[in-house]
């Protein structure tokens, strides 16, 4: 997993949250850019079917020009705290309608190029294993794994997202991937 | 551990795989966007400027047009035309006089939107029932002996309902849950972020304590607010 303490303590970003803060309109078009792969990301595994991605990185966008005067550097930094304004839009969507979109329903793509054919198929066959395991985990243990991989956050910074210690999310991670692997398993002997 | 490193490396990979393209955000949306930040900044510097007070609320009125306020406060659905809309609606706001706060201490004013009955299915008064517009959003306060004391563990849910909500295709934000007092008294003030004009119903519904977050218990009550 990549370390986010760089981005934490990246000065270019602290620079952009600083003009942005003062209303200047570049700096949050680059920070709507700098977050919107990893937010867009998330929001397309978290939403219910009918609520459009796009437009809760938009409301969460919105949501941080909103309240941007009141973030603080701390804890888990500027991603952290968008990924927090993105929870409660996705979760305000799955109040609406509860059926979360079901992983199986995302589109299986191809593999990425440049590999041998067989590996291609091999890394696909493990990805396909892997996601079917995935999505029988619980709600919770995906919402987990889901920030720390597709959002890309480190521990503190999941932590923050949803208001647990950092300790505390470490072991859940852990708990989690020992689901993961147990459901993996029972996928590869089934 | 190495060992987590590598699953989760490969979970990684696995989910970024069906993640899907849109590595940059549509034109449209970031046009939305950039005006959202020039309302921002038009309000910010028509707050700086000096204003007059904002008038009294008018002595209870049954409904009372309701005052531009930012309206990403107030989004109903996530769409771009919304999105759109709320941006034009902030910029118009910027001059209005509006007590706005965007902290957690309400004005104790505000505007009063609603002011009026609650009623039970068969349209009998149960109670009343105030929506007023405060800069966070809305408060409700609702004031019933009507409603009876549920098992353990359910609770009663106060819904904002928009058009066309129906099972399976909801259209409601929940304003928040309560439950009544021992002496059967539901005197309760939730807020909401939510707009009555475009959620004009308040429906109340006894929910079970299933975990289930969405409206799945029966209508108890309900005001036509907007």
Same mark, same amino acid.
Do not use: C
């Given at each position: 997993?990549?370390?986010?303490?760089?981005?934490?303590?990246?000065?270019?970003?602290?620079?952009?949250?600083?003009?942005?803060?003062?209303?200047?309109?570049?700096?949050?078009?680059?920070?709507?850019?700098?977050?919107?792969?990893?937010?867009?990301?998330?929001?397309?595994?978290?939403?219910?079917?009918?609520?459009?991605?796009?437009?809760?990185? $938009?409301?969460?966008?919105?949501?941080? $020009?909103?309240?941007?005067?009141?973030?603080?550097?701390?804890?888990?930094?500027?991603?952290?705290?968008?990924?927090?304004?993105?929870?409660?839009?996705? $979760?305000?969507?799955?109040?609406?309608?509860?059926?979360?979109?079901?992983?199986?329903?995302?589109?299986?793509?191809?593999?990425?190029?440049?590999?041998?054919?067989?590996?291609?198929?091999?890394?696909?066959?493990?990805?396909? $294993?892997?996601?079917?395991?995935?999505?029988?985990?619980?709600?919770?243990?995906?919402?987990?794994?889901?920030?720390?991989?597709?959002?890309?956050?480190?521990?503190?910074?999941?932590?923050?997202?949803?208001?647990?210690?950092?300790?505390?999310?470490?072991?859940?991670?852990?708990?989690?991937?020992?689901?993961?692997?147990?459901?993996?398993?029972?996928?590869?002997?089934? | 551990?190495?060992?987590?490193?590598?699953?989760?490396?490969?979970?990684?990979? %696995?989910?970024? @795989?069906?993640?899907?393209?849109?590595?940059?955000?549509?034109?449209?949306?970031?046009?939305?966007?950039?005006?959202?930040?020039?309302?921002?900044?038009?309000?910010?510097?028509?707050?700086?400027?000096?204003?007059?007070?904002? %008038?009294?609320?008018?002595?209870?009125?049954?409904?009372?047009?309701?005052?531009?306020?930012?309206?990403?406060?107030?989004?109903?659905?996530?769409?771009?035309?919304?999105? *759109?809309?709320? %941006?034009? *609606?902030?910029?118009?706001?910027?001059?209005?006089?509006?007590?706005?706060?965007? /902290?957690?201490? %309400?004005?104790?004013?505000?505007?009063?939107?609603?002011?009026?009955?609650?009623?039970?299915?068969?349209?009998?008064?149960?109670?009343?029932?105030?929506?007023?517009?405060?800069?966070?959003?809305?408060?409700?306060?609702?004031?019933?002996?009507?409603?009876?004391?549920?098992?353990?563990?359910?609770?009663?849910?106060?819904?904002?309902?928009?058009? /066309?909500?129906?099972?399976?295709?909801?259209?409601?934000?929940?304003?928040?849950?309560?439950?009544?007092?021992?002496? /059967?008294?539901?005197?309760?003030?939730?807020?909401? @972020?939510?707009?009555?004009?475009?959620?004009?119903?308040?429906?109340?519904?006894?929910?079970? /304590?299933?975990?289930?977050?969405?409206?799945?218990?029966?209508?108890?009550?309900?005001?036509?607010?907007?």
């Amino acid at each position: 997993m990549p370390s986010n303490d760089a981005r934490h303590d990246d000065p270019h970003l602290r620079a952009l949250v600083q003009r942005a803060r003062a209303g200047d309109q570049a700096a949050w078009e680059l920070l709507y850019r700098h977050a919107y792969p990893r937010l867009l990301a998330y929001a397309r595994r978290r939403l219910p079917g009918d609520a459009s991605p796009e437009d809760a990185v $938009l409301e969460t966008m919105t949501r941080a $020009l909103e309240k941007i005067d009141r973030f603080r550097w701390r804890d888990g930094g500027f991603d952290a705290w968008l990924f927090g304004i993105l929870r409660l839009v996705v $979760l305000e969507h799955q109040r609406a309608d509860r059926r979360a979109r079901p992983v199986a329903e995302l589109p299986e793509r191809a593999a990425p190029a440049g590999d041998e054919p067989a590996e291609q198929a091999l890394r696909a066959e493990r990805h396909g $294993l892997l996601r079917r395991a995935f999505a029988r985990l619980s709600d919770s243990d995906r919402e987990l794994l889901e920030l720390r991989v597709v959002g890309e956050l480190s521990a503190e910074e999941v932590a923050t997202v949803v208001g647990r210690r950092a300790g505390a999310v470490r072991m859940a991670q852990t708990r989690a991937l020992d689901r993961l692997r147990a459901k993996l398993r029972e996928s590869e002997h089934a | 551990m190495p060992d987590d490193e590598r699953l989760l490396d490969e979970l990684a990979a %696995a989910l970024r @795989a069906d993640a899907g393209p849109h590595a940059e955000p549509d034109p449209q949306r970031l046009a939305a966007f950039r005006r959202a930040v020039a309302a921002r900044n038009a309000e910010a510097a028509s707050t700086a400027a000096p204003a007059s007070p904002p %008038a009294p609320p008018a002595p209870a009125p049954r409904r009372r047009r309701r005052l531009a306020a930012p309206a990403w406060l107030t989004r109903p659905r996530l769409t771009v035309g919304t999105a *759109l809309a709320a %941006a034009a *609606l902030a910029i118009g706001s910027a001059l209005a006089v509006v007590a706005l706060d965007d /902290g957690g201490d %309400a004005t104790p004013a505000g505007v009063v939107e609603y002011a009026g009955a609650i009623r039970l299915p068969d349209g009998a008064d149960a109670g009343s029932l105030e929506i007023r517009e405060i800069g966070i959003g809305r408060t409700v306060d609702l004031r019933t002996d009507a409603l009876p004391l549920l098992p353990r563990g359910d609770y009663y849910e106060v819904w904002f309902v928009g058009p /066309g909500d129906r099972p399976g295709r909801p259209n409601r934000i929940s304003a928040g849950t309560f439950h009544p007092d021992r002496a /059967g008294r539901s005197n309760v003030q939730l807020k909401a @972020a939510v707009d009555p004009a475009l959620y004009p119903t308040v429906e109340i519904t006894a929910e079970p /304590g299933d975990g289930n977050p969405a409206a799945t218990g029966p209508e108890v009550m309900r005001a036509e607010v907007g």
